[in-house]
C-alpha cells in the first residue's frame, strides 16, 4: 500500500513531502515519544504522532518511515516542514484521536494484510 492509499483511504490531509506519496507502507506505530519510536517502529511504518517538531523528522528519516501522520489537528512547525520537504517524507495531518486514527489505520493495514 502506498502513502497515497493511506490519504484517500483515511481521509488525511497532506501537508508536506509530497514527493513521498508513493512510498510504500508496511506497517504502523503510535506513539509520542521519539525514544520508542527511535528502538521499535520499523522501516516503512506510518508513525502516528501529536509531536510536530523538527526532532520527528530526524527519527523518521533514521528509520526510514513512510510517513508521520499528526494528529488533532495540530500541524508541524516550520522547520519541520522543511526538513520533510528536504527528505521527501510526508506528514499528514488528521483532526481525529490518536485512539481513533491508529485503530482505523490497523484496520486498514490488516485488511491489505500488511499487519
Do not use: C
Request: no cysteine; proline share 2%; charged share 30%.
Amino acid at each position: 500500500m502506498k502513502v497515497q492509499d493511506l490519504i484517500t483511504r483515511l481521509g488525511l490531509t497532506v501537508h508536506s513531502g509530497k514527493e513521498g506519496l508513493e512510498r510504500e507502507v508496511t506497517g504502523g506505530y503510535t506513539s509520542d515519544l521519539l525514544s520508542d519510536v527511535m528502538g521499535h517502529a520499523k522501516e516503512g511504518d506510518a508513525w502516528v504522532t501529536l509531536q510536530t517538531h523538527k526532532n520527528i523528522m530526524a527519527i523518521a528519516s533514521l528509520k526510514d518511515l513512510a510517513a508521520i501522520i499528526v494528529v488533532k489537528g495540530h500541524v508541524p512547525e516550520e522547520d519541520t516542514t522543511a526538513e520533510s520537504e528536504k527528505e521527501g517524507i510526508p506528514i499528514l495531518t488528521t483532526r481525529e484521536e490518536t485512539f481513533e486514527i491508529t485503530g482505523r489505520l490497523y484496520e486498514l493495514l490488516k485488511s491489505e494484510q500488511i499487519v
